[in-house]
């Protein structure tokens, strides 16, 4: 259990980031969360970011941010990974005690060559010239993947389906037509066996959350308890890894399941997962990592339906990192989607009785970190 | 609730101009490798690993995914911060922070910053993209003009003489002679400083950082444990971190570092603290150029606005005066960017153990370290003490 509780969502999709200078879109999406909370930003007592400075063309790139996020003369912490990762300093000044009203803000604003910048991720000595990218990195553990357990094609082209079928519906998304299962597996190769519909676009988007303890939570409207988290690094090289299965996705599951005491079986337990795949491989991989099913079953999960919104356990309802993927603000566009609909605020996207949920987040380079949190629903 | 936490263990590297002899991971397993040492850990004994670097010096993007390994990182809980100089100071205190909240039953953290500026021809066309794209980047704008800048308006409102500020740099240059992970060790006088080349007005080279290679790392662990490991721990007594406007031009005067003000008074209710002179026993500042010692010894309350100018000269701030800062030799001996703050934070942890070496001040109770970065924006201190708090 944690002390912390979300009482303000506020998102900049994709469209309202486009065209714009970097701090407008990240101030309207944290006055969205500030309205969304009924509060003024006098009321922060800390701002905690998630953002990579490469991707945004700027160093330091916290300096942008911090004000347009609520924060002068304010606390501040700036974590460059995925939001979730971020949302553990957010909850362990939460819990220590000192703060009570924090503002998490994640931002990706692709203002540079994510290609290229991918590249220069990888070691200069052995690696990087041999022109490995996140999207070859992902695409080595999608082969392995599909060939340890067999996989047919349809699978990953019906998570596609799945995914912007989703996708379709959210406004906040970048890619927001629905393909269909054929049209995924006729898309062009990009990187074997990944085709262009199986690979998360590189989209803009803003997401900031406001976060409180129980002694405030009850004040405001509509809070939701941020019910326990894991964060969890994989190493660094591929080679060294069971690339068939993310064993820090599954490390950061088993922290998150640890803590709550509302999670046993996830599968059972859950009402909605929202993931960030990099590809349709990737939710597959995440499936079992989350221990939604045994090694190799995933498959099962899809083809039979269960993770569709009609399904026993709704995954991606909003689009997933395949409709919409803002970089270090996709795990928070994830857990904003089930704040809302535990909240049941989801709009023409809501299921029936959600009371509980889980986001992922996750820092590239096929899944070496990975965060995950569990929401539920509260009385405070 | 907060728990209390204390450093228990403390490694660095030696700071030089290039390691040619070490990739990043190594660089970042000595260090790490030399604090489990020096806390008599080991890497399972870790629960949550926070690195810090700033990627762009280094020429690698993500860098903090590559150092896992050297980290000790792999297979844990681990993130990465990067705020600019503030990153030593950002990751000792999340680092800190995840402790303290024992957040996921979590009690013993090591904080980690690697910075190689030696890969970085020129770090101040970095440096430039932290200014809005539109105005004032296409100024040429870093790191040394907005410090002259500060220092300009400073000498124009309370006056400071060149001697003054050169003997901040003769001071602090003095310092790291007896620092062996310093990176400059060269024993120069006011004369030499006021003989080197001219940066930017007011500044001469001797007066500036060097740009460095250099890794440091700070082991925490909360409650008990912290007494079991070491005879003196150095306890974190309190800790601030706060962002300043983004426009130079916006502040109220450049000549009285306000932020940092309202960031030291923050502290100092945290800490207890009336009179940081008397309170505190030693500092060590993010100051890269010599006139920043002086405005944070009169932002941070050590003297009143206008009067810190001559302390060097005067000898107040040596190792041996009343209020020694920068006892390490400071950011004019070594200026690992990313990691300097973590080297000043293990510094005053090695006061406070009394395990300073030749660099040791007497009688250290309470000690302060500072981190800055961006355009002077974000601001970041903590204080410790001998004693529990």
Not at chain 2, 145 to 161: H, I, N, P, V, W
Not at chain 2, 317 to 346: W, Y
Request: aromatic share 6%.
């Amino acid at each position: 259990m944690t002390n912390a509780y979300a009482v303000g969502a506020g998102v900049a999709s994709h469209e309202e980031c486009t065209d714009e200078v970097f701090e407008d879109p990240i101030r309207l999406s944290a006055r969205r969360a500030l309205d969304d909370a009924g509060i003024d930003r006098g009321m922060l007592d800390s701002v905690v970011m998630a953002g990579y400075d490469t991707e945004v063309g700027r160093s330091i790139s916290n300096m942008y941010v911090v004000a347009p996020a609520g924060g002068t003369l304010t606390d501040e912490a700036r974590i460059a990974d995925d939001g979730l990762a971020a949302l553990s300093v957010a909850a362990a000044k939460l819990q220590g005690g000192g703060y009570d009203t924090v503002m998490l803000t994640g931002y990706g604003f692709p203002e540079a060559s994510r290609v290229q910048l991918d590249n220069l991720a990888y070691d200069p000595l052995y690696v990087r010239d041999t022109g490995m990218t996140d999207i070859t990195a992902n695409a080595l553990q999608a082969e392995r993947y599909r060939s340890e357990h067999e996989l047919d094609r349809s699978v990953p082209a019906r998570v596609v389906a799945k995914n912007r079928a989703n996708g379709a519906r959210n406004l906040n998304a970048h890619r927001r037509s629905a393909i269909g299962a054929d049209e995924a597996r006729r898309g062009a190769v990009v990187s074997t066996p990944l085709r262009e519909h199986d690979i998360s676009p590189v989209s803009y988007g803003i997401v900031s959350v406001v976060l409180t303890v129980e002694e405030y939570a009850a004040r405001y409207g509509d809070p939701v308890h941020v019910e326990s988290l894991g964060w969890h690094n994989d190493t660094y090289h591929l080679g060294e890894r069971d690339l068939a299965w993310s064993a820090s996705l599954a490390a950061a599951a088993a922290a998150a399941y640890e803590h709550s005491t509302v999670v046993a079986d996830p599968m059972a337990d859950l009402d909605i997962v929202e993931l960030t795949e990099p590809t349709s491989y990737h939710e597959l991989v995440a499936y079992e990592a989350l221990g939604l099913c045994a090694r190799g079953e995933a498959a099962k999960l899809v083809t039979a339906g269960r993770t569709t919104v009609d399904g026993d356990l709704p995954v991606n309802v909003s689009g997933g990192a395949l409709a919409w993927d803002a970089s270090a603000a996709a795990g928070l566009a994830g857990f904003v989607e089930v704040m809302d609909q535990i909240r049941g605020r989801a709009g023409n996207r809501q299921l029936d009785d959600v009371d509980r949920g889980l986001a992922h987040g996750t820092g590239r380079n096929a899944m070496q970190t990975n965060a995950v949190t569990i929401l539920e629903a509260t009385d405070v | 609730m907060s728990r209390d936490v204390a450093i228990v263990g403390v490694g660095q590297t030696d700071c030089v101009g290039q390691h040619t002899d070490r990739s990043h991971p190594e660089l970042t397993y000595d260090a790490v490798s030399g604090a489990l040492a020096h806390a008599g850990l080991g890497r399972a004994d870790l629960d949550a690993v926070v690195f810090g670097t700033m990627d762009a010096f280094d020429g690698v993007n993500r860098v903090d995914r590559w150092q896992a390994g050297g980290a000790g990182a792999t297979d844990t809980c681990f993130m990465k911060t990067s705020t600019g100089g503030t990153t030593g100071l950002s990751a000792g205190i999340a680092a800190y922070q995840q402790a303290a909240s024992g957040l996921n039953g979590i009690d013993t953290v090591m904080a980690v910053c690697t910075q190689r500026v030696g890969e970085s021809e020129n770090t101040q066309p970095i440096l430039n993209t932290v200014y809005d794209p539109l105005f004032d980047r296409p100024l040429g704008v870093g790191a040394i003009t907005q410090a002259a800048f500060q220092a300009t308006r400073y000498e124009q409102t309370y006056g400071l003489t060149d001697e003054e500020r050169a003997a901040i740099a003769v001071k602090n240059r003095q310092h790291g002679l007896d620092n062996p992970h310093a990176h400059l060790h060269t024993d120069i006088d006011i004369e030499d400083v006021l003989a080197s080349p001219l940066v930017t007005t007011p500044f001469h080279l001797h007066e500036c950082a060097p740009s460095s290679d250099g890794s440091a790392a700070v082991v925490m662990t909360a409650g008990d444990r912290a007494e079991t490991l070491r005879e003196t721990p150095a306890w974190v007594t309190g800790e601030v971190e706060m962002a300043d406007n983004k426009y130079l031009g916006d502040r109220p005067d450049l000549a009285y570092w306000g932020s940092l003000a309202v960031a030291g008074r923050e502290l100092s209710r945290a800490v207890g603290v009336e009179d940081p002179f008397e309170f505190f026993d030693l500092a060590e500042f993010h100051s890269p150029f010599s006139t920043r010692e002086v405005l944070n010894l009169e932002a941070l309350g050590f003297a009143k606005k206008g009067e810190a100018g001559d302390w060097a000269l005067e000898g107040v701030t040596h190792r041996d005066g009343e209020m020694p800062v920068d006892p390490s030799g400071g950011n004019l001996s070594s200026h690992p960017i990313g990691a300097t703050g973590l080297i000043k934070l293990g510094e005053t942890a090695l006061q406070v153990m009394g395990e300073a070496g030749d660099r040791q001040v007497e009688g250290v109770e309470n000690t302060l370290a500072q981190g800055c970065g961006g355009n002077i924006q974000l601001n970041a201190l903590m204080a410790l003490s001998a004693t529990r708090p």
